[in-house]
């Protein structure tokens, strides 16, 4: 027998509340240091690919949701530190980028499992999605012709 999934838990509003506090927490750590160090040095001059990334990316992913834009934000963060212990690799970068938020991503599907005892399809679907577009950004993180691509488009 397939149970509806509960649209309500008495612990919802703490719960996605502090979820909310840790992706944000993740995002500013990671951003505000290095937008301050470029003003700093370089003014408010940005390549023109960064403000349609920007625009782009900002803009989406704000109505798909916050965790998905939290990688970048934490691996700014985070990833001396995890670098440090994990060494330079392809595999520890792909653990920098992603691990956080996607230990965050994990909680909220055992946030519903422990309150719902089950997870949301939308859940399942998105967790699929991102995790998939995670590992093509890996693969072409990792792939040789990519780095002049994007130094061109940087403007380097």
Known sequence: MDRAFAGEHRWDRNAFLGLVILAWVGLLMGFVPQIQHHVAKQGFSYPPILHLHALLFVGWMMLLGTLHITDAGFARWLGDPLFHWLGPSLPATIVVMYGPPDLL??????????????????????????FTIQISAAWLYGYPAWKPVAAHLLGH
């Open 105 to 130: 991503m994990l909680a909220l599907g055992a946030y519903d499992l422990i309150t719902r005892k089950r997870l949301h399809p939308a859940y399942i679907t998105g967790f699929i999605r991102v």
